[in-house]
């Protein structure tokens, strides 16, 4: 499986952002695929910000799940987020990721990262 996310790198403060996730070689509705968006900030760590399953269910971080949201596009076999009201500390590289649980264990799989910069 390999990831390629998209959307616009610099917005302004209050703007929504939209990001794209294209997933090829295989599908997103595949059992057991788990598909999350992990961002970044500039000098820190990983934050994990949600995660949308191969059936549709989705889960997220409970900081930004007031203006977050993750769907996917069947059709399109993409993994979409969507942040409302962004802010200058939503600056950061936005990655997609999927984790497939299998029986001899999870592997994971990461895009290659878009970069979002909101100015103060």
């Known amino acids: 499986v390999q990831l390629q996310e998209w959307g616009p790198g610099l917005l302004k403060p209050s703007q929504t952002l939209s990001l794209t996730c294209a997933v090829y070689?295989?599908?997103?509705?595949?059992?057991?695929?788990?598909w999350s968006w992990i961002r970044q900030p500039p000098g820190k760590g990983l934050e994990w910000m949600g995660v949308?399953?191969?059936?549709?269910?989705?889960y997220y971080s409970p900081s930004l799940k007031s203006h977050t949201s993750i769907s996917r596009n069947n059709n399109k076999n993409t993994i979409d987020l969507q942040m409302n009201n962004l802010k200058p500390e939503d600056t950061a590289v936005y990655y997609c990721?999927?984790?497939?649980?299998?029986?001899?264990?999870?592997?994971?799989?990461w895009g290659q990262g878009t970069q979002v910069v909101v100015p103060s």
């Open positions: 949308i399953g191969y059936e549709g269910s989705t």
């Open positions: 070689g295989g599908s997103i509705t595949t059992s057991y695929y788990y």
């Open positions: 990721h999927a984790d497939q649980l299998l029986a001899s264990g999870p592997v994971d799989f």
